[in-house]
């Protein structure tokens, strides 16, 4: 199999494209990879290092956005794994149009060109984010889209016009939605990177309000798994939700960093909380465990120990990379 990863050296992107060259996912096990990539400040060619000699990857640097380099990129591809995207919700408030452009437009481009090369499966990648907050239970496939900030619409607009090529024009479109995720060569503006390395740098903590906001996670070894399935097995037209197997405020969560990098509460800075800041999220995974046979495999505290070590060991990766 021939595979077109986008946003192939982000985070996500890069732990997929790593998995699947070490032969970590065996279901795709032999397949070639092209990583498409626009080397923004998320996105890093050294987070493939591991993997960068490998003669199964190639690599593109260039925007989603550009349409002719996409088809001429595309031709050459049975299936597209599509994590690119700008992310940043905060970020997103103050720059809406970058977000509308990378992740709808570009998006947008992609489905136009896997339909004129008759692309065999299109795996769109989106968060949870995209159904706004909810105080209690956890959302469906089928529960209503209600974005918060612009980046989280932006990411439903995404989604919904995958499903429509779909549906107009029966592209085998499959839409994942995550939890949040985290793990290795994860950019330090993120929760745990950013709180694990202002430890190590000593420096404080910036809390949104209470911390009383509430998160899944999914260590991004599942995330993958959950990916790998939706692209071999996932039906056409359809959402996938992608859980994970804990639930935590980030005051707990919070606590938990403090004392893995051994320091105390004194370290923590309350600050405003942002506009478009959701209380809850959760998902009903159900479906991907039922249908697929999904289930998150990685305890969280021992992901969690593993994820703060990482950053310990590879301060040479992070330090260029963190933020005020």
Not at 222 to 236: H, I, Q, S, V
Request: proline share 5%; glycine share 10%; with cysteine.
């Amino acid at each position: 199999m021939n595979l077109l990863v986008t946003g192939g050296a982000g985070f996500i992107g890069s732990h997929f494209v790593r998995s699947v060259l070490t032969d970590a996912l065996p279901p795709l096990a032999g397949a070639r990879i092209t990583v498409l990539d626009k080397l923004t400040y998320a996105g890093d060619f050294a987070s493939l290092g591991p993997v960068a000699e490998s003669r199964r990857l190639d690599f593109v640097p260039g925007d989603i956005g550009d349409a002719a380099l996409i088809d001429v990129v595309m031709a050459r591809h049975d299936a597209v794994v599509h994590f690119a995207a700008e992310s940043r919700a905060g970020r997103s408030v103050h720059t809406a149009a970058e977000f509308v452009t990378t992740n709808v437009v570009g998006t947008q481009v992609l489905l136009d060109a896997a339909l004129r090369h008759g692309t065999s499966r299109f795996v769109h990648v989106s968060t949870d984010k995209v159904y706004g907050s909810i105080t209690t239970g956890a959302w469906s496939e089928r529960s209503p889209l209600a974005p918060s900030s612009p980046y989280a619409a932006s990411k439903a607009g995404a989604d919904l016009l995958a499903l429509a090529y779909h549906r107009t024009h029966g592209l085998p479109v499959v839409v994942t939605r995550c939890a949040n995720a985290y793990g290795p060569y994860q950019h330090p503006e993120k929760l745990i990177p950013r709180f694990v390395t202002n430890l190590l740098e000593g420096r404080t903590l910036p809390l949104y309000g209470a911390g009383s906001q509430v998160r899944e996670w999914v260590h991004v070894d599942d995330l993958c798994r959950g990916t790998a399935l939706a692209l071999l097995e996932g039906k056409a037209g359809e959402v996938y939700h992608i859980g994970g197997n804990k639930e935590l405020t980030n005051r707990e969560l919070t606590g938990m960093l403090l004392e893995a990098c051994g320091a105390g509460w004194d370290r923590v800075a309350a600050v405003e909380d942002p506009a478009g800041h959701d209380r809850r999220y959760a998902l009903d995974d159900e479906r991907i465990r039922r249908e697929l046979g999904y289930r998150p495999r990685a305890d969280f505290e021992a992901g969690l120990a593993a994820t703060v070590q990482w950053y310990r060991d590879n301060q040479e990766w992070w330090r260029p990379r963190v933020i005020d």
